[in-house]
């Protein structure tokens, strides 16, 4: 028997499937429960972990699975799927079997990074991608480049989000931005036009 690095591990069980000598054990447990929720905008498929408990693809990929199952039970052509940041196993879950991947990153060295490990992975499933700068007037020339490395990736510029103080009221208000007079209120229409005209094509 041999210990599994907690820090690496992404709890997919794979070491499992392959150990010829069946030396790994991943005994089940609960970490974390799914839930369906009502709001004005229609239904939604989430989850809560529980204390300490990482995110993994499974939950991800159940979470996932329950929405297609929700949106053909209430005849719903569109799924939102909320991928989490960075570039591990639920980022891989949130988008196996997506018709179109936005990467929203910020201007930031780490933020082109994951970007561009997210478009290799989007590339690697064949979905079409597209991205997104959120609070670009903090480093315009980091935007530059970021959309210039997106656009070498064969991804769709969808557009930038200025950086504004009003998503935080809009948050105190329980209202999407769009809901309230705020100036990147007309931004997110915009990156929102632009995904469906990229959908249509």
């Avoid at 992404?10 to 970490?31: Q, S, T, W, Y």
């Avoid at 996932?64 to 949106?71: F, T």
């Avoid at 079997?97 to 060295?109: K, Y």
């Avoid at 990736?153 to 969808?158: G, H, P, Q, V």
Wanted: glycine letters at 8%.
């Amino acid at each position: 028997m041999f210990s599994i690095d907690p820090v690496s591990c992404e709890g997919c069980g794979v070491c499992v499937h392959f150990c010829p000598e069946k030396a790994i054990d991943f005994p089940e447990r609960l970490c974390g429960k799914w839930f369906v929720s009502r709001t004005r905008c229609g239904p939604m498929i989430h989850a809560r972990l529980g204390v300490a408990a990482e995110n993994s693809g499974k939950l991800v990929s159940t979470v996932r699975g329950e929405a297609r199952k929700m949106a053909k039970i209430k005849n719903h052509e569109l799924i939102i799927v909320d991928g989490p940041p960075g570039i591990g196993c639920p980022v891989i879950a949130s988008v196996a079997g997506a018709s179109q991947v936005l990467v929203v990153t910020e201007p930031t060295v780490s933020g082109e990074h994951d970007m561009a490990r997210v478009l290799t992975l989007a590339k690697h499933f064949q979905i079409p991608a597209a991205v997104c700068v959120n609070k670009w007037d903090i480093n315009p020339e980091m935007t530059e480049r970021i959309e210039g490395k997106a656009i070498e990736a064969d991804a769709l510029i969808a557009g930038r989000i200025r950086y504004d103080s009003n998503i935080t009221r809009a948050q105190i208000q329980q209202k999407t931005v769009v809901e309230i007079s705020a100036p990147s209120a007309g931004d997110i229409i915009k990156i929102w036009d632009n995904l469906n005209l990229q959908e249509e094509v």
